[in-house]
């Protein structure tokens, strides 16, 4: 069965950091483009960050660059989320997706959601005091 399951989400305080973990099962992550993408409580869900799967260019939102990272595990078959200075904008359930299917940029994996079609279950990332 293919899945990519989610954690490493939870209660921050602002300021703080957390790791999210996304462990993929049925399938191998090698050569699938990777994302991020988050939806916070009445707003569409967005694209975090994006890793092409040719030559490993990350995409970041502006909202997140210099904060968030984006990374893989091939060996593990896993891909992680690093995300520090956390703000309570940041607030969300985040999802993590893959795809064969690529795009003209790596920015544009991160907006056309419809590449994807595996999908996580979410993870909730909540940031207050």
């Known amino acids: 069965q293919v899945q990519l399951v989610e954690s490493g989400g939870g209660l921050v305080q602002p300021g703080g950091s957390l790791r999210l973990s996304c462990a993929a099962s049925g399938f191998t992550l090698d050569g699938y483009a990777i994302a991020w993408f988050r939806q916070a409580p009445g707003k569409e869900r967005e694209g975090v960050s994006c890793?092409?799967?040719?030559?490993?260019?990350?995409y970041y939102a502006d909202s997140v660059k210099g904060r968030f990272t984006i990374s893989r595990d091939n060996a593990k078959n896993t891909v992680y989320l690093q995300m520090n200075s956390l703000k309570p904008e940041d607030t969300a359930v985040y999802y993590c997706?893959?795809?064969?299917?690529?795009?003209?940029?790596?920015?544009?994996?991160?907006?056309?959601?419809?590449?994807?079609?595996?999908w996580g279950q979410g993870t909730q990332v909540t940031v207050s005091s």
């Open positions: 997706a893959a795809t064969l299917v690529g795009a003209a940029t790596v920015q544009a994996m991160c907006v056309i959601q419809e590449l994807y079609y595996y």
């Open positions: 890793m092409s799967s040719y030559d490993g260019s990350r």
